[in-house]
């Protein structure tokens, strides 16, 4: 069996790390290609998990728009296609590098494996354009590797095979536990030694991400206003790693720099980010990622979005959606802080640690 693994975000970086380090351990054979598609973020989660890409395509540019990027995408893995013959194309989520590098896939008849399919909102405009891009790919690929019961009956509701849909969990899951047990093994990490003098203990810690298109203007900064509102409340304090991106950067910058008891840093490592993780009282994101690994950690999000595609974060009491509401993120932070529900007992809903696993026992079930 010769695999081909495609992706190009932190996020994928992360998700296919737990699966390159089964292959490794099997000694089967596979070719990583990146496309450098969040570049500053991604090298950092490479070397962390000592991750060698044999293609890193570095095809990002200023400001350069999601047609560029995809036709820039499409042209080099129809070429890499050609030249290593794999025999399955293995692709992560909802990026713009998952959903081309399966165009590219099916144009020369190579299978596509999904790696967290069937994940919906129903609306293509949010998240923009992930919906759409995981929609698209469900119509593409030969395997189904679904996170939860639920993303098995959408994919079924859309007429997808039932032998091609395999509940494995959530590889974000495995990629916690690989994480810690390098962690575990390295000397001091700088950057949390950084954390650790920003940090006031005797504060309530929040820690707040944000990255997401459909948030950009108007809703990044209702969130910014919210975030000013909470820390009025002198006993908590913010740490807010902020996107590169500029539509993330100019508006926090310009709403929360010099507010006092925020702290605006750059992006973390990985190792950096789930410590912080595991510190914080309560989360504050837009991030689908970390609506699945925040229950390892037991702990609450705060969901900047109108919708999610991960409901059993919700239904298990770990996840809230506000949307971009100042009123409704500052109310359901002072509920989450000062009537912190007992979520010890409760298992994570996305995974158990072994996804990985499963997935390459199905690949190697198909193809030996």
Known sequence: MKLLL???TRPE??????????????GIKHIVCVTGQHREMLDGVLKFFKIQPDYDLDLMTKDQSLNILSASILKE?????????????????DTTTALMASIAAFHRKVPVAHIEAGLRTFNLNSPFPEEANRQLISKIAEFHFTATESGKTNLLKESVSEDKIFITGNTVIDALFLGKSHLDYQKEN?????????????????????????????GIEEVCRALVKIVENQS?????????????????AEILSNVPNINLIAPLNYPSFIWLMAEADLIISDSGGIQEEAPSFKKQVIVT?????????????????????EQKIFDAAMNCLNSPPDLSAIEN????GFASQRIIKTLLGKYG
């Open 6 to 8: 495609c992706f190009g």
């Open 190 to 218: 700088e950057e949390i030694s950084q954390l650790k003098t920003v940090i006031d203990i005797k504060k309530k810690l929040i820690l707040v991400t944000g990255h997401r298109r459909e948030n950009f203007g108007k």
């Open 349 to 352: 809903p996305f995974g158990d």
């Open 305 to 325: 979005r109108e919708n999610t595609e991960r409901p059993e974060g919700v239904e298990k009491g770990f996840a809230f959606l506000t949307g971009t509401s």
């Open 236 to 252: 908590v304090q913010i740490i807010f790693p902020v996107h590169f991106n500029p539509s993330v950067q100019i508006p926090v």
């Open 13 to 26: 970086a992360i998700k296919m790390a737990p699966i390159i380090h089964e292959l490794k351990l099997l």
């Open 77 to 93: 893995f129809d070429a890499i296609i050609e030249k290593e013959r794999p025999e399955v194309i293995l692709v992560q989520g």
